[in-house]
Structures are given as C-alpha cells and as structure tokens.
C-alpha cells in the first residue's frame, strides 16, 4: 500500500515492500530493492518507488541504468544521532538504506539516467558502531553511458551518512556529461568527501541549505565546475571547497551565505579551511557573499597549524568576497608565471587578524582589500598589491575583415573564420556537411609550450596568435581593400603570415573545386623546446563510420569508428580516408611533406559525441632548431562511392594526387 507522499508524484507508483524488503534493520534487503529499482525504472510514465520508514540493510550495489524520470522517496530523513541507538531508521519517520556490504563498496550508482528525483532518505555507509571503519567507499555514485548523459537530476531532503564519498559525480576526466544536478536540504556527516566531481563536463550544480557536520572535504571539484550555492553550515570540516579543475567552460563558483563553524573551542583548538583553489586548467572564478568566519577564539590557538589561512589560492583563480565577516587570517595567493593568483575583498569586517596581517602573497599573488572595517564598524584603511594593466592592444591587421568568409568552389564550400585566426572552417561536398560546424573543434597550427600550454589559432586560453599578413586571392586575384564575406570561384587562396610566441608561421590555404590544399611552413629565431605542435586538425562529422589509410611504410590500415572515444591511429602515413555510408560520400588527406627530424604522427581521434578528428603531431617533448624551417602540407579530396568501393575510390585519389605533384 503507498502512503501519503511528501512531494509531488505521477506515474507508475510502486512500494519496495511489495517486492518483498522488511526494513527492519536485520533482513538483507538488497534482492528486493533490485527488483523493486527495476520495475520503477522501465515504467514507461517514469516510475516513482515509495521507501516506508525503516532500515534497510544492502549488501550489495543497486544498479540503475538509462531509466528517465524515476522517482525514490521515503518517510524523511535522519542523521544528526551518533551511530548506534537511536540509529538512523530506528525512528518511524525516516527511510534508511543502511550499507552491510564489503567495505568500501558503492551502495547506489546510476548510469546514464535523466531527470532522476530523490526525496525523504537517509543513505548510511555503515551499521558499525565506529563510523569510519568497514564502510561504504561511495553512497551514490553517478555515471554516464555513451549516448545517455546523467543530467537534470534532484535531490531533496536526503542525508548522507558515514562514508568515504557521499555523492560522486562521473569516475575520470574524459567523461561526458554527469552535469545539471539541484540538491536542497543535504546533510552530510562523517564522510570523508561530500560531493565530488571527477569529469570535466561535469558542470552546472546548485546547493540549497547543505549542512556538513565532522567532513572531511564538502565540496570536491577535481574536475568541472559551474557551481551555485545557497546557504551553507560547516561545522568540523576540515575543508568546505575544493578546485581543481575549472577552466574556460567551467570555472565559475558562487557561494552565498556560507557558515564556517569551529566546535573545538572556537577555532583555538584546530584550523578549518575554507577554499583550497589550484584549478588544473589554470581558471576559476570564485564568489563569496555573505561568508561568517565563526573560528572566534583564533587569537587563542597556539597549535603549528595557527597561521594557517582560510584560502589557500593558487594560479589560475581570483576569488571575490563580499560583505563578509573574518575571525582568522584570510589567505595565501600562490600564482605562477604563467598565471596569477588573485583576491578581492570588499565591504567586510575583520576582526582579530587586520588586513595587513590577513593576506600573504607571493611573486604572481594580487590582492586588493578596500572598504573594509573592524568589528566596530571603524573603517580599516585599504590594503592593495595589484599589477600595472599592459598598454592597449594593438589592433589586429584583420580588423576590418569581416567575421567569416564563406568559399563555394563548384560543389565544394568551406568557411574562414576570424575568432579561429583564419583556420580552414567545416567542409561541405554537394550539399553534404562532411567537417562539424563547431567553434572550438577547427584548429589550424597550435604548439604546446612547456609551462604555458596550447598557443595558437583558436586554442586563445593562455595567449593569442599574432597575424601579420593576411592576403586573400580568388581565382588567381589578389583581393584588394576589405573582403566581402562570401564568394564563388573556381579558385580561392589564403596566405597568412603569424607568430605563435617564438615560433613563426606561413600559412597557405587553396580552395579548388574538388579538394583543398594547406601548407604551413615553421621556423623560430631561437631554439624552442616544445612538447608538441599540431597542423591540419580537421573535425569530421559524426556521421563517418569507417577508416582506411595506407602507412608510410606500405602497411594498410583502417577500422571503425565506435563513439567510445581514445585515438584509433598514431603513425605516419600516406593517405589516410574517412567514410560516411549514410551520405555515401567521405573524404581522403594525402600527406604531401612533412619534416622527417620532426617525427610526424598523423592522428585519429574518436571523440564521443563530437567529431572524428584528423591531425599531424610532431616535436613531441623536441626542439624546434633556430635558422630552419619545417614544412608541412596535406591535400584534402572530398569523393562519393557506395559502401562497397569506397576504399578502391580513396586510394585512386590519393594516387592521382601524388601523379599531379
């Protein structure tokens, strides 16, 4: 029988003792919970699972995968008693899944599951009387499958209890999705980690009310980011906010109202920290508003840990606070040459530690400290170490060109771009898009410099590619004043002089009617350690199916393309053909030159979702020598063939290729 619900539910409405759990506290319920998630998840209406108040031990992990719209609710939540009588479950209003199984198990993980709902619970990592021994590893683990994101999921009114990780969102970095989740109204206590994000897209949380009562770390970012909290207690974590990853897609947190509780003895006895921020991507924009330090008795800790900061700041972030109130020193700012570390404090109070004496900076850490008071509202005088801004940019030479440029050659069309610094743009044959039409997927000559990273054409997230000639032609005319934004020809060149920090680059695109050529040529003024640079990066549509090549070496290679993701060629060849049997068309590189002391790699990348990417790598971890210059130059034929030759058809053109040079 289903009993009254604490939030709204539609759909097929099951109850998990139905299926036979007890919720007594001694029955292994794991069996009936399979079953019971099973049914409630292949409801086509989206199933809702009702748990009654009790403790349901589980033994084993319950598995949810691909389900849409399932609900889990329960009689209410628990967790503030201390292991043992009263535990939770022992009261008749709270549902408690409590973990018997091996120790550091998962008790829940859901696999590409959308729209997911959770209300009324309590999840125990134990039913030992020592919390920290023999428990679960993670509570609720959440992952994606290939072509099921884990997204749009809420949590309400669930605690999470005495784990090692109470929620985990993805298992490694290359991971889609794990993203767009809300929790309101989350406890958790004595887990070593409370939310933890393992994968790069895993981006756009929101907390409302979290309470974290003797943690580890709260809020653990070793990858994505996004994140939105309102309203936060802390009392004995030892960490509130961890970033590690961040970045240009999602390096952005902001934290209203957060409460940072020192128990033992107000802060004298032991040292909270409440932001630890060394983003991996070198970016991450962290806000708090209405911050309350309430480590009160810190003047009075004589522990090795006394001058500890609240935030320790490293390169890459720049934090803001505002209208905040600090008992204790503030923070350190560790940047690096190739990125600051920053810190803006403003409108707050400062009590025990002064300004001055709350904030330590090395070489590359900023900080500015303005209109800030005592506790007795006497206003503080500012406290300021920030840069001299860089005198105004130079306008770049292709200013007036317009923001695109479209060539259509017969029934070949492609696209130039300004924001990608004019690198070669999708391509079309006959009507049919062959190369995606995302920014960010086309990339012309990029070096990864060692302790700078990725330099060049659209890759502008550490420095911007420098353009110093720019000459378009159409069939065979030099184009005189401002290009237009479109033409049709039967033959269009790009010639593009540019600089890449030390490195210099010439660049020559030809758009024919029936393929394109590109060569770049490379050199440097002074030696160039790299550790690597890549040339001709183009992003075929996801459409392609197959792989055929012919290596340098005569060997022949191919395959196909399974969305899984990983490089499915790292050699050099020859020619190497892509190809589509929904379009029945595809498309063949040759490798016209490529310098032998570069150690060039022609590369396939399966990237799920995305794109099935060509490119050449080379200078891996090399050096490119001052007063030489390397070159570089592929054809690219587009051709249409049935499924059964179209690998003849590639090579035929490839072949013919090699006879017109």
């Given at each position: 029988?289903?009993m009254?619900m604490?939030?709204?539910?539609?759909g097929?409405?099951?109850n998990?003792?139905?299926?036979?759990a007890?919720?007594?506290?001694?029955?292994?319920?794991t069996d009936?919970?399979?079953?019971?998630?099973?049914?409630?998840?292949?409801?086509?209406?989206?199933g809702?699972?009702?748990?009654?108040?009790?403790?349901?031990?589980?033994?084993?992990?319950?598995?949810?995968?691909?389900?849409?719209?399932?609900?889990?609710?329960?009689?209410?939540?628990?967790?503030?008693q201390?292991?043992?009588a009263?535990?939770p479950?022992?009261?008749?209003?709270?549902?408690?899944?409590?973990?018997?199984?091996r120790?550091?198990?998962t008790?829940?993980?859901?696999?590409?599951?959308?729209?997911?709902?959770?209300?009324g619970?309590?999840l125990c990592?134990?039913?030992?009387?020592?919390?920290?021994k023999?428990?679960?590893?993670?509570?609720?683990?959440l992952?994606?499958?290939?072509?099921?994101?884990?997204?749009?999921?809420?949590?309400?009114?669930?605690?999470?209890l005495?784990?090692?990780?109470?929620?985990?969102?993805?298992?490694?970095?290359?991971?889609h999705?794990?993203?767009d989740?809300?929790?309101n109204?989350?406890?958790?206590?004595?887990v070593?980690?409370?939310?933890?994000?393992?994968?790069?897209?895993?981006v756009?949380?929101?907390?409302t009310?979290?309470?974290?009562?003797?943690?580890?770390t709260?809020?653990?970012?070793?990858?994505?980011?996004n994140?939105?909290?309102?309203?936060?207690?802390?009392?004995?974590?030892d960490?509130?906010?961890?970033i590690a990853?961040?970045?240009?897609?999602?390096?952005?947190?902001l934290?209203?109202?957060v409460?940072?509780?020192?128990?033992?003895?107000g802060g004298?006895?032991?040292r909270?920290?409440?932001?630890?921020?060394?983003?991996?991507?070198?970016?991450a924009?962290?806000?708090?508003?209405?911050f309350?330090?309430?480590?009160?008795?810190?003047?009075?800790?004589?522990?090795?840990?006394?001058?500890?900061?609240?935030?320790?700041?490293?390169?890459?972030?720049?934090v803001?606070?505002?209208s905040?109130?600090?008992?204790?020193p503030?923070?350190?700012?560790?940047?690096?040459?190739?990125?600051?570390?920053r810190?803006?404090?403003?409108?707050?109070?400062?009590?025990n530690?002064?300004?001055?004496l709350s904030?330590k900076?090395g070489?590359n850490?900023?900080f500015?400290?303005?209109d800030?008071?005592?506790d007795?509202?006497?206003?503080?005088?500012?406290?300021?170490?920030?840069?001299?801004?860089p005198?105004?940019?130079?306008?770049?030479?292709?200013?007036?060109?317009?923001?695109e440029?479209?060539?259509t050659a017969?029934?070949?069309?492609t696209?130039?771009?300004?924001?990608?610094?004019?690198?070669?743009?999708?391509?079309?044959?006959?009507?049919?898009?062959?190369?995606?039409d995302?920014?960010?997927?086309?990339y012309?000559?990029v070096?990864?410099?060692?302790g700078?990273?990725?330099?060049g054409?659209?890759?502008?997230?550490?420095?911007?590619e420098?353009?110093?000639?720019?000459?378009?032609?159409?069939?065979?005319k030099?184009?005189?004043?401002i290009?237009?934004?479109?033409?049709r020809?039967d033959?269009?060149?790009?010639?593009?002089?540019?600089?890449?920090?030390g490195?210099?680059?010439?660049?020559?695109?030809?758009?024919?009617?029936?393929?394109?050529?590109?060569?770049?040529?490379?050199?440097?003024?002074?030696?160039?350690p790299?550790?690597?640079?890549?040339?001709?990066?183009?992003?075929?549509g996801?459409?392609?199916a197959?792989?055929?090549?012919?290596?340098?070496?005569?060997?022949v290679?191919?395959?196909?393309?399974?969305?899984?993701?990983?490089?499915?060629?790292?050699?050099?060849?020859?020619?190497?053909?892509?190809y589509?049997?929904?379009?029945a068309?595809?498309?063949?590189?040759?490798?016209?030159?490529?310098?032998?002391?570069?150690?060039?790699f022609?590369?396939?990348?399966?990237?799920p979702?995305?794109?099935?990417?060509?490119?050449?790598?080379?200078?891996?971890?090399?050096?490119?020598?001052?007063?030489k210059?390397?070159?570089?130059?592929?054809?690219?034929?587009?051709?249409?063939a049935?499924?059964?030759?179209?690998?003849?058809?590639?090579?035929r053109?490839?072949?013919r290729?090699?006879i017109?040079?």
């Open positions: 029988m289903l009254a604490p939030f709204a539910v539609w097929t409405q099951l998990v003792k139905d299926f036979g007890r919720g007594d506290g001694a029955t292994d319920d009936a919970f399979i079953k019971a998630l099973a049914s409630a998840a292949t409801a086509r209406d989206g809702a699972l009702y748990i009654p108040a009790g403790k349901y031990v589980i033994t084993r992990t319950l598995e949810i995968e691909k389900a849409r719209g399932l609900k889990l609710y329960g009689d209410g939540a628990s967790g503030l201390p292991p043992g009263p535990f479950g022992d009261r008749d209003s709270s549902s408690s899944l409590v973990w018997h199984g120790p550091g198990g008790m829940i993980e859901t696999r590409g599951c959308g729209g997911i709902s959770m209300n619970l309590t990592g134990t039913g030992a009387a020592k919390p920290d023999d428990g679960a590893g993670v509570l609720l683990q992952r994606n499958v290939a072509g099921f994101g884990q997204m749009v999921n809420s949590i309400d009114n669930v605690s999470f005495f784990a090692g990780t109470a929620i985990r969102a993805g298992a490694e970095s290359a991971e999705t794990c993203s989740m809300h929790f109204n989350i406890l958790f206590r004595g070593r980690t409370g939310f933890q994000v393992m994968n790069d897209q895993g756009d949380f929101t907390f009310f979290l309470f974290c009562l003797d943690v580890g709260a809020l653990d970012f070793q990858r994505g980011g994140l939105l909290v309102n309203t936060a207690q802390m009392t004995n974590c960490l509130f906010l961890n990853g961040g970045g240009r897609n999602a390096g952005v947190y934290l209203n109202n409460r940072q509780e020192a128990t033992s003895n004298a006895d032991k909270d920290t409440l932001l630890r921020s060394y983003p991996c991507w070198k970016l924009q962290v806000k708090f508003v209405n309350n330090d309430v480590q009160w008795n810190w003047r009075n800790n004589h522990t090795p840990d006394r001058d500890k900061p609240l935030c320790d700041i490293g390169p890459g972030s720049a803001v606070f505002e905040s109130i600090f008992n204790s503030l923070a350190n700012l560790t940047g690096a040459t190739d990125a600051d570390a810190l803006i404090v403003r409108e707050s109070c400062f009590s530690a002064l300004p001055e904030v900076a070489e850490g900023y500015k400290l303005t800030n008071f005592t007795k509202m006497k206003l503080l005088s500012d406290h300021v170490k920030w840069p001299t801004p005198p105004t940019r130079a306008e770049r030479v292709d200013a007036p060109w317009p923001k440029i479209v060539i017969g029934d070949l069309q696209r130039l771009e300004r924001r990608s610094f004019w690198t070669l743009y999708r391509l079309d044959w006959q009507g049919r898009r062959l190369g995606v995302n920014f960010g997927a086309h012309g000559s070096a990864n410099f060692p700078v990273g990725l330099v054409s659209g890759h502008t997230e550490n420095e911007e420098r353009i110093e000639k720019l000459e378009l032609f159409i069939d065979g030099a184009v005189e004043g290009p237009l934004d479109s033409y020809c033959e269009a060149k790009l010639v593009k002089d540019s600089a890449v920090r490195l210099r680059f010439h660049t020559e695109i030809n758009v024919f009617r029936d393929r394109i050529e590109e060569q770049v040529s490379m050199s440097a003024v002074n030696d160039i790299l550790k690597l640079v890549y040339h001709f990066m183009h992003p075929w996801l459409e392609m197959s792989w055929h090549g012919m290596k340098v070496d005569g060997g290679v191919g395959g196909e393309f399974s969305g899984t993701g990983g490089f499915l060629l790292n050699a050099p060849v020859q020619w190497l053909a892509v589509a049997p929904s379009l068309s595809g498309a063949v590189t040759v490798v016209r030159e490529a310098p032998a002391d570069g150690q060039t022609c590369k396939l990348w399966d990237v979702s995305r794109y099935r990417k060509f490119y050449m790598q080379s200078f891996s971890d090399k050096t490119v020598e001052a007063g210059t390397y070159r570089y130059a592929v054809t690219v034929m587009p051709f249409n049935s499924g059964g030759d179209w690998k003849t058809v590639a090579a053109l490839a072949v290729d090699v017109r040079r």
